[in-house]
């Protein structure tokens, strides 16, 4: 049986070892590339098993990568996007270009592991976030959307309450004192639930 090839694109140094370390470990053969440049260097010589493609990089993001490869015919591999402060929306983008599935930062182990098996055995198969009952709200332009009854409480509870926090912070361009009064709960607990679900909050500027 040959050696699985995942290409880890993230321009933080300390994500790349830490995946790399992970995966390699797993049996995986893995090579990694800090920007799109790089990215794209390595896809025109060679196809990967898997690519797993942070969103967030200096100069072009992970979903403008994702659609030039899909323009060019390249995007022949299943695709995990990477964010640590990425919304519902950009997830339901990426998966709208062509991604497989999300992954939200700080990655956990068995989440890791279990996306990119899932991902490697279906290719490109429906992704796990509920990417298909995503509805648009014509009165405010935002994304709703039903959490998958099939899941497991723990991980559906996780989407809801991503799903429903950064809905609460979009309407509240990102102050946090006024979602906390309105979902009634203390600022100091409502940080630390942000960060665990790894939104980070950043407010919007105010036009005078």
Do not use: C
């Not at 969103?55 to 072009?60: A, N, S």
């Not at 930062?105 to 989440?111: R, T």
């Not at 004192?177 to 203390?186: F, M, N, P």
């Amino acid at each position: 049986m040959s050696i699985k090839e995942i290409l880890v694109v993230d321009d933080e140094i300390g994500i790349r070892e830490l995946l790399s370390e992970i995966l390699f470990d797993e049996g995986y053969r893995v090579h990694l590339a800090e920007n799109a440049e790089q990215a794209r260097s390595f896809r025109r010589g060679k196809e990967p098993d898997l690519v797993l493609l942070d969103i967030w990089m200096p100069d072009t993001d992970g979903l403008a990568l994702l659609k030039e490869w899909t323009a060019e015919h390249l995007l022949t591999m299943p695709v995990v996007m990477m964010s640590g402060h990425g919304t519902i929306e950009t997830a339901l983008e990426a998966t709208r270009i062509g991604a497989v599935d999300f992954l939200e930062k700080p990655i956990a182990l068995q989440k890791l592991l279990k996306t990119v098996a899932r991902a490697m055995q279906h290719g490109m198969a429906a992704p796990s976030i509920p990417e298909q009952k995503a509805k648009p709200m014509a009165d405010e332009g935002l994304v709703t959307l039903e959490l998958p009854l099939d899941l497991p409480l723990r991980e559906a509870r996780e989407y809801f309450d991503s799903a429903y926090f950064n809905y609460q912070l979009q309407k509240e361009s990102g102050n946090i004192s006024r979602l906390a009064e309105k979902v009634g709960i203390e600022r100091t607990h409502l940080y630390r639930k942000l960060k665990q679900l790894g939104i980070r909050p950043v407010k919007k500027t105010e036009e005078a």
